[in-house]
């Protein structure tokens, strides 16, 4: 019984966590949600009121279109909502399709924190987000993915600054192609 209440509880964080809207693609949300390669799974009430749910191994989080792997998963939940979903990991990454006629956003860095309320993503450690060709790479980087809206920083120390990389848009033509 308790195998089978586990396994209940772990299909229900899933859905809460992965049910959220990320501005993404409106079936998404309706998707199936699959845990995989997660070793151990660990449920513990915290003192607040509030849950956490930890999960390691090389776990996959795939719901639709979005996708969050780490070797370490943390979900906290507060009645029956998630508050946070951190992956942790040598890179941890999270992938989603926000929009059919653009590329997804990709997302690398040594911990990934989503929070839900704000539809942001905090990105720490050797952070990197990339859309449609164009990358942002620091030591922390902030995206709001309702906005799209992306800030970067590099550490206090300076042994990592911001790098950017803008790719031209495909269908730009460059000023020799308008010459008459």
Same mark, same amino acid.
């Given at each position: 019984? !308790? ?6 509880? $772990?299909?229900?964080?899933?859905? =809460?966590?992965?049910? /959220? ?16 390669? =997660?070793?151990?799974?660990?449920? !513990? ?10 999960? *390691? ?16 998963? !943390?979900?906290?939940? =507060? ?7 951190? @992956? ?11 929009? #059919?006629?653009?590329?997804?956003? &990709? ?7 989503? /929070?839900?309320?704000? +539809? ?6 050797? =952070?990197? /987000?990339?859309?449609?060709? *164009? ?6 980087? $902030?995206?709001? @993915?309702?906005?799209?809206?992306? *800030?970067? *920083?590099?550490? +206090?120390?300076? &042994? &990592? ?7 031209? #848009? @495909?269908?730009?033509?460059? @000023?020799? +192609?308008?010459?008459?």
């Amino acid at each position: 019984m !308790t195998h089978h209440f586990s396994r209940q509880l $772990l299909l229900a964080v899933a859905t =809460a966590l992965l049910s /959220i809207p990320l501005s993404a693609l409106p079936e998404d949300r309706l998707q199936k949600i699959v845990i995989e390669d =997660a070793d151990k799974f660990i449920q !513990t009430p915290m003192d607040n009121g509030e849950e956490k749910t930890e999960l *390691s191994g090389n776990v996959l989080v795939t719901q639709g279109s979005r996708q969050i792997r780490g070797h370490n998963i !943390t979900i906290i939940r =507060a009645q029956s909502q998630v508050i946070r979903v951190e @992956a942790k990991g040598e890179l941890a990454s999270f992938s989603q399709q926000i929009n #059919r006629d653009k590329e997804p956003v &990709s997302a690398k860095a040594r911990t990934i924190t989503y /929070i839900p309320s704000s +539809d942001t993503l905090q990105l720490s450690g050797a =952070a990197t /987000i990339s859309q449609q060709g *164009s990358t942002v790479n620091g030591d922390t980087i $902030l995206y709001n @993915a309702a906005t799209e809206q992306v *800030s970067a *920083s590099g550490a +206090d120390d300076r &042994s &990592s600054t911001v790098k950017i990389v803008f790719e031209p #848009r @495909a269908d730009s033509k460059t @000023a020799t +192609d308008n010459k008459p």
